[in-house]
């Protein structure tokens, strides 16, 4: 927190461009999703055309009516919850493994843990896909959950163990020392420490399956969650104005877990945990 | 002694603590249980998935019947590096590598003013700037980008109104990289690029302009150094090893996409759209999985040199 006091180089004037170019750069990153919020109340059907010749609650209506956006968004919701459930005990468990001890392969691990999502989407998506067709494997529900589990571990997994490195061992000490045995220490020292952890890391894993789009084009067989129904309307588009409001209320909607995760566990935990 | 042994035994003990002691006598036992649930399930599933595919990599189609043929080769290989299939893998890799310089641009500022001057309220808002684009929706990120990049979109419109539509159109009648308007150029596929993996840029920057000591700038400064030669040479190379940790996000993302230079491009294929082609429609899986492996040849490598370069000292 103390770094960067230098009142000399604040004063100067490179400060000031360095200010400028920064603001500019957030400007980029948030005026896209400004944007979405203003389609969803255009009047025009047919193209993007700028600025929007009217505005109208009208397609609100239109995309509420429409079942093939609920049954997709139910989908993504089920997989989402499934998949989180799977990756919170998962990713749990071995945060405990590599932040209790230093034992060998632990790298490995670590490694093992992150690939899934250092690696290119699309090689998790045709792995798993050539994988189900060698084992002859119909694609189901479950075939969805298993690669979105598979990269929502390294979520939890991250959020777990920053929160851990903080939790002090001498806690654990002395809960054992005053008669707990391992599972009373767990269930009454070390999860009322990380459960903010484990539940903004679940709140981020849920937000991971719930949007995630290339390795599900390769998992889904016919079924159809919302990002899909998404990519569908984004090559052929059939109604625009029904997407615009899809759009809208997704953007609406990641709001949530991301301000939950910051009030959670604060920006410089975030921050450690996502880039980790 | 009967009466001794009863003072000495400890209370009696339900099974849960019988187990949990008998576990905290053996901590490698602990560590191994606790592991292998996530370790099965990456191993199976995903290790398992990725040799599946590799395997496939060395099979070949037969040409006439487009049929799987079973034999080990290594002709799929050869496939790879005749020229329109090698263009494809060249265009990828210049396109990783621009976006990755771009948002190493773009986004050092930003990680610069989050880690250096913004405190309490501010440092929230600089927070909630670069997570809510990282989190929301990517096709929603993309779709905004195609309303934005349209022919009668945002950006013709402003240009139009500053009176700079001739710019827009010098730019889209650049040989190579223009097209017929942004949304079908390239200079459109980059610029979404830039915009969707930009915060994987400045989130490792920011970590590693977070640990660089006050005292280090100061001590530049009163040595003299203006403050253009102490960020060359103080902040700079303390900062290198978080550009590089975020390089390694944009590059591998940009390798692997199939989707933005789908919907925002000039229609040439990158490695992504080649996968999903030739493992859909094509029906050559072979292809497909030589295709596959290139990214992660291309990874492998990369991420040696960054290990060098002490990026996961910063990750």
């Known amino acids: ?276 | 002694m009967s009466v001794a042994t009863e003072i000495i035994a400890p209370p009696p003990q339900s099974a849960a603590a019988r187990l949990a002691d008998g576990l905290w006598r053996r901590p490698g036992l602990v560590v191994a249980l606790l592991l292998a649930p996530a370790l099965l399930w990456l191993a199976v599933v995903y290790l398992g998935s990725l040799a599946t595919l590799l395997r496939q990599s060395f099979f070949s189609l037969e040409e006439f019947s487009g049929l799987v043929v079973e034999d080990y080769t290594l002709s799929t290989y050869a496939e790879l590096l005749q020229p329109s299939n090698f263009e494809i893998i060249k265009r990828t890799v210049l396109m990783a590598a621009a976006v990755s310089v771009a948002s190493a641009i773009v986004g050092f500022p930003i990680a610069y003013v989050a880690a250096r001057y913004a405190r309490g309220a501010w440092k929230a808002a600089f927070y909630i700037a670069v997570m809510l684009p990282l989190w929301s929706s990517y096709l929603v990120k993309v779709y905004a980008w195609k309303l934005i990049l349209a022919r009668e979109g945002i950006l013709t419109w402003t240009f139009g109104k500053l009176g700079l539509g001739f710019v827009l159109d010098g730019l889209l009648a650049l040989p190579g990289v223009g097209g017929g308007s942004l949304s079908t150029s390239y200079i459109g596929t980059f610029l979404v690029f830039l915009y969707i993996w930009l915060p994987y840029m400045i989130l490792p920057t920011q970590a590693a302009l977070e640990r660089v000591p006050g005292s280090l700038i100061n001590a530049s400064s009163d040595l003299g150094a203006t403050p253009w030669a102490t960020f060359r040479h103080v902040i700079l190379p303390l900062a290198a090893p978080g550009i590089v940790a975020g390089s390694i996000f944009t590059f591998s993302l940009t390798l692997g996409d199939y989707i933005i230079p789908q919907v925002i491009g000039s229609g040439r294929y990158f490695i992504g759209q080649a996968v999903y082609v030739q493992q859909g429609t094509a029906g050559n899986i072979p292809l497909a999985a030589a295709f596959t492996v290139v990214p992660i040849v291309i990874m492998g490598v990369y991420l040696a040199v960054a290990r060098k370069l002490g990026a996961f000292d910063a990750l």
């Open chain 1, 1 to 276: 927190m103390t770094a960067f006091s230098g009142k000399r180089f604040m004063r100067s004037e490179g400060s000031l461009a360095v200010k400028i170019a920064a603001a500019a750069g957030l400007a980029f990153l948030l005026a896209p999703l400004a944007i979405i919020f203003v389609y969803a109340f255009t009047t025009e059907e047919r193209s993007f055309v700028w600025p929007p010749p009217g505005l109208t609650l009208k397609w609100f209506g239109v995309t509420w009516d429409r079942p093939d956006v609920w049954a997709a968004l139910m989908l993504s919701v089920r997989v989402a919850a499934v998949a989180t459930i799977l990756a919170l005990v998962l990713g749990t468990l071995t945060a405990m493994a590599v932040s209790r001890s230093r034992f060998f392969g632990r790298d490995a691990v670590s490694l093992l843990v992150i690939l899934p999502i250092a690696l290119p989407g699309i090689i998790t998506g045709i792995a798993l896909r050539s994988a189900f067709a060698t084992f002859d494997i119909p694609f189901s529900f479950w075939t969805i959950v298993v690669g979105h589990a598979t990269f929502c571990i390294v979520v939890v997994y991250n959020n777990a163990v920053a929160r851990l490195r903080r939790l002090s061992g001498s806690l654990v000490e002395a809960s054992m020392d005053l008669g707990a045995d391992s599972f009373q220490t767990f269930r009454h020292v070390v999860l009322p420490n990380v459960g903010t952890a484990l539940l903004a890391g679940g709140m981020l894993a849920f937000a991971l399956s719930f949007d995630e789009v290339i390795v599900t084009t390769f998992t889904a067989g016919q079924q159809q969650t919302l990002p899909l129904w998404m990519l569908e309307e984004l090559i052929r588009p059939r109604q625009r104005p029904v997407t615009n409001v899809v759009a809208m209320a997704v953007v609406a909607v990641t709001f949530v877990p991301i301000l939950l995760a910051f009030l959670l566990t604060g920006a410089d935990e975030q921050t450690a945990a996502t880039t980790k």
